[in-house]
């Protein structure tokens, strides 16, 4: 059995060699296999749009997010969010930019809203030790969603949140606003 599994692999390394040959060194073969490799490339291309042979659509709306957020379109920026979100729903880092639009317009509900729907993400993505930046902007807007996420901290049992901002909260005192939205605000 052993043998006849050897002679397989011997054999196909020999074919290998052989079709490398002549792809390398004969000028009928290459423009014929470069042709069919490309044409399996366009086919893909055009029955593939999404998933991880088509992330392009997907990126494309993610860059004019970013795009109109730099020009200063801000309604532009979150409609380009929203419609890559819709379609990426996986994607903590977009919800957390559409959280950082609605903290630079005012819109401080939507903006909790929105890093709340990037923590619950980064949860189960089991990055907790990035919620910790979230909390405090969440806290300070909406404390029943910051104690949502501490629930679901701790039954994701995350040593990484201290619950510092909701015990603020809960005092009456104002937590600190999170790092990435304060460097925004000013």
Excluded: C
């Amino acid at each position: 059995m052993l043998s006849k599994v050897a002679n397989w692999i011997v054999g196909a390394l020999l074919l290998l060699i052989v079709v490398f040959l002549v792809y390398r060194y004969t000028a009928w073969f290459k423009p014929v296999a470069d042709h069919a490799v490309n044409q399996v490339k366009s086919v893909i291309g055009q029955t593939v749009p999404d998933g991880p042979f088509g992330k392009g659509a997907s990126q494309d709306q993610l860059n004019l997010a970013r795009d109109s957020y730099a020009k200063g379109d801000l309604d532009a920026s979150v409609a380009a969010y929203k419609e890559y979100i819709k379609k990426n729903p996986a994607n903590a880092d977009a919800d957390g930019e559409l959280g950082n639009v609605y903290f630079t317009t005012g819109k401080l509900p939507e903006a909790a809203q929105a890093y709340y729907d990037a923590a619950k993400l980064l949860i189960d993505q089991k990055q907790p030790e990035r919620v910790v930046e979230l909390m405090p902007v969440i806290a300070q807007v909406n404390p029943a969603l910051a104690n949502d996420l501490s629930m679901k901290l701790a039954q994701a049992g995350s040593q990484d949140m201290p619950p510092a901002g909701i015990a603020q909260v809960a005092n009456g005192q104002q937590p600190p606003v999170a790092p990435q939205a304060a460097h925004q605000s000013n």
